[in-house]
């Protein structure tokens, strides 16, 4: 069964520095997305991507943040100089159609945590 | 600011019982409303895509209504099972907005 796939896993790294999450979404959808978690707060829409650029963004993706799609597989989240505060789960997302009742697929997420 | 709610925050149950759980949503421009199951350590799941007022959804032991002119559904778990232990999430979708996911209800499904 197709499936979402992020690396990596866990990454842990010292304030300042860029940091690159990588998303590979089921090869057929269309509409990808981040979402984050901190640690014991709800889940929290970060940005959605659609044909090859942003379609929305929340508050929180900031200039430190931008997302890409290099090359027609890899969708990548980038935070650019991380802060403590960036410490969660990222998740990455895909869902197939232009409705939003398509469900979301998700990745099993990278946790980054920021010293 | 969208606010989605849902209640309990976290739920005990014993095996074999049966619960349920809400998740409220403005009731205004509704779109479609998602539940997904988060166990531990994997990703997210959808189990139900809702769309229409009085839409009832099943799959196994679990089942789902909507209300949309009052803004909550219930899910509920008949017979629970130590498997059925996860964050259960709501996600609500405003007409051309993106999905606002409610803060879940952990269960904790007790052998």
Redesign the interface.
């Given at each position: 069964e197709p499936e979402?796939t992020q690396t990596p896993s866990h990454q842990v790294t010292q304030m300042g520095q860029e940091v690159i999450l990588r998303c590979v979404p089921i090869s057929n959808h269309l509409y990808f997305?981040w979402?984050r978690q901190i640690l014991g707060?709800?889940?929290?829409?970060l940005v959605?991507f659609y044909n090859n650029e942003i379609s929305?963004k929340s508050e929180i993706f900031d200039d430190q943040f931008s997302v890409e799609r290099p090359d027609g597989s890899n969708f990548t989240l980038k935070i650019r100089s991380t802060k403590l505060e960036d410490s969660a789960m990222y998740?990455c997302a895909s869902r197939l159609g232009q409705?939003?009742?398509?469900?979301?697929?998700?990745?099993?997420?990278s946790r980054l945590t920021v010293l | 600011i969208l606010n989605v709610e849902q209640s309990p925050q976290s739920l005990h149950v014993q095996e074999g019982d049966s619960t349920n759980f809400t998740c409220s949503f403005p009731s205004s421009n509704f779109y479609a409303l998602h539940w997904y199951r988060w166990e531990t350590a994997k990703s997210p799941e959808a189990l139900f895509v809702m769309t229409l007022n009085g839409d009832e959804k099943k799959k196994g032991r679990i089942s789902a209504t909507l209300n949309t002119k009052e803004g909550y559904s219930y899910l509920y778990i008949k017979g629970s099972q130590p498997e059925d232990s996860a964050t259960y999430l709501c996600a609500f979708i405003m007409y051309g907005q993106n999905f606002v996911f409610g803060p879940g209800t952990r269960l904790s499904v007790l052998p």
């Open positions: 979402v997305y979402y707060q709800k889940v929290e829409f959605s929305e998740f409705t939003n009742t398509g469900e979301l697929f998700f990745g099993e997420g | -």
